[in-house]
């Protein structure tokens, strides 16, 4: 609720702190003392426009500093979280406006935009009447206030969760249509892709052995010659086989009488013995194959380069050939499994569009039937408020296929036809400031607080009217205000007297220097101003004790 309003060079106002209670508070003062000046400060605050005429004659710059007090659930606290702000239970809201218009706006000292101001002051209060107005007026606000109504708590959780629900199957089967159709589009190469691939078949590491065996090849004639060369060395002249084993025979013959003393060298050339014969037959073996097949070169030229080449078509490296045919071949398999998963997920699509139907009709239903109970309600609460021609209707309006959503399948909007005979219409577009005033008070003690602000203004709204119809409305505030905080701006003394806060507004001076200052009144002040009020410029005995009468009956 809003707790304290601190205003500084707005308009007549020099320096002015007010501090607020819960209930219902009243305003009163003599036509042009400057109430409006109060309610043009505190739009300020909430984020209204800017003007440099708001400043007080010959001051730097205003400054409206609004305070509120927040319940811990309080929905304002979930926006300054979203925004990465403090979450304070204390919220104060100030805008300052300088002398060329232009104006800054602060939450908690922290600068911020005017636009989140706005934002912030749609949870935190509603003005009613001759000045701007939130909530009610916002035809955003009707299908809240009219599930609130009919306490819609448990049919708008299953609508939401069934539209969820819809949302994620719907974007499955679409991911899905999307993939069957990229994969589709791309069969006829795919097909290519893993026949081309499998064909060819590409193995591990063969790219390397493929280039080893293409150096040793091309280098043919060097490598020729040094062969030649190590094999005549081995088998030119003396056979050296024959000579390692004749060296070992003489050794062996004297091995007893050695002591053990030749057999390391008896080993090695046995060992030599053994070495010799395999490098002669590995040189025997390369030999044979540089000479014999002198297309062999050729052919794993070919093979290189069209690994190579296939290689590069898909972008991948010639290892991976194998790997990515293997994909290929898996995205082709996968195309009839989508198919049949598409078909799949159509169903549960339907069967979830089926679910939200049914969840968005009982909604539907009971909407329509608290539709009635609340024109039903209004129609009861009105004639007190000197609205008994007037006639309040709840349109329902269903919504195309496309623009249902989590909060059903119809638009709720709140109209008024204020005279026998006319088509209803939008709320701020029929009925006059103070008819709006009064209907939007009956709209609230019908909707007894539900989906309600902590604070609700009220600008004149007993305009147009005395006597039993002041008192009814009088008695509606009081009974508002035992819920919800209410300020009302008001002439009358019926609605004067029921106030639990009562502040006089007083201009002071002439026309080259006046001010507004407003006071607190306590029970003598509030006796006097009421008694003003029912009496006029000269306040008689008898205006006194109706006034009393008036604060026993407010009482």
Request: hydrophobic share 45%.
């Amino acid at each position: 609720m809003l707790t304290r309003l601190s205003i500084r060079d707005v308009v007549l106002v020099d320096r002015l702190d007010l501090t607020f209670s819960g209930s219902l508070g009243v305003l009163t003062g003599e036509t042009g003392a400057g109430k409006s000046i109060l309610l043009d400060a505190l739009g300020l605050a909430l984020g209204a426009r800017a003007d440099a005429r708001l400043l007080r004659k010959g001051a730097a710059r205003a400054q409206v500093t609004a305070e509120f007090e927040l319940d811990p659930d309080h929905p304002a606290l979930s926006m300054l979280a979203e925004r990465d702000l403090p979450q304070d239970q204390t919220l104060i809201l100030r805008r300052v406006v300088n002398a060329d218009g232009r104006s800054r706006a602060y939450l908690n000292d922290q600068p911020v935009s005017v636009r989140l101001l706005a934002t912030l002051a749609s949870e935190l209060i509603e003005i009613h009447g001759h000045h701007d107005s939130q909530g009610l007026l916002n035809t955003a606000t009707h299908g809240n206030l009219l599930d609130a109504f009919a306490g819609h708590q448990s049919l708008l959780a299953a609508v939401a969760d069934a539209w969820t629900s819809l949302a994620e199957a719907r974007a499955a089967q679409a991911q899905a249509k999307t993939a069957l159709e990229d994969a589709k589009r791309d069969e006829e190469l795919l097909r290519h892709g893993v026949a081309e691939i499998e064909s060819f078949a590409p193995q591990p590491s063969e790219e390397e052995s493929l280039a080893a065996q293409r150096r040793f090849l091309a280098a043919g004639a060097k490598l020729a010659e040094s062969l030649h060369n190590a094999e005549s060395g081995l088998t030119a002249g003396a056979d050296v086989e024959a000579a390692l084993s004749g060296a070992r025979r003489a050794l062996e013959r004297s091995r007893e009488d050695a002591g053990g003393r030749f057999d390391a060298a008896i080993a090695a050339l046995e060992r030599a013995t053994i070495e010799t014969a395999d490098a002669i037959a590995e040189i025997s073996d390369a030999a044979a194959a540089l000479t014999g097949d002198p297309n062999r070169l050729a052919r794993v030229e070919d093979r290189l380069f069209a690994l190579r080449a296939l290689a590069r078509k898909y972008d991948v490296a010639p290892d991976r050939l194998a790997e990515h045919g293997a994909a290929l071949a898996h995205r082709l398999a996968a195309i009839d499994e989508t198919d049949t998963e598409l078909k799949r997920l159509a169903e549960a699509s339907a069967q979830a569009l089926a679910a939200y139907h049914r969840a968005a009709g009982k909604l539907s239903a009971s909407r329509k039937k608290a539709a009635e109970q609340l024109e039903a309600a209004m129609t009861q609460e009105l004639p007190p408020l000197k609205l008994e021609k007037a006639r309040f209707e709840v349109m329902l309006e269903p919504l195309g296929e496309g623009d249902r959503g989590a909060r059903g399948a119809e638009r709720v909007q709140f109209q008024i036809a204020v005279n026998p005979g006319t088509d209803p219409g939008p709320l701020n577009k029929i009925a006059s400031g103070g008819e709006l005033a009064r209907f939007m008070l009956a709209l609230r003690v019908v909707l007894a607080g539900k989906g309600a602000v902590p604070t609700l203004v009220f600008d004149e709204v007993d305009a147009g009217i005395s006597g039993a119809t002041a008192n009814a409305v009088g008695e509606r505030l009081a009974r508002l205000g035992a819920r919800l905080q209410v300020l009302v701006v008001t002439h009358s003394p019926q609605v004067a007297a029921r106030g639990d806060q009562h502040w006089r507004v007083v201009k002071q001076g002439d026309t080259k220097s006046a001010a507004t200052t407003v006071e607190e009144l306590a029970a003598p002040g509030r006796r006097e101003e009421i008694a003003r009020m029912l009496a006029g410029a000269t306040v008689t005995d008898e205006a006194r004790a109706a006034a009393d009468r008036l604060l026993a009956g407010g009482a």
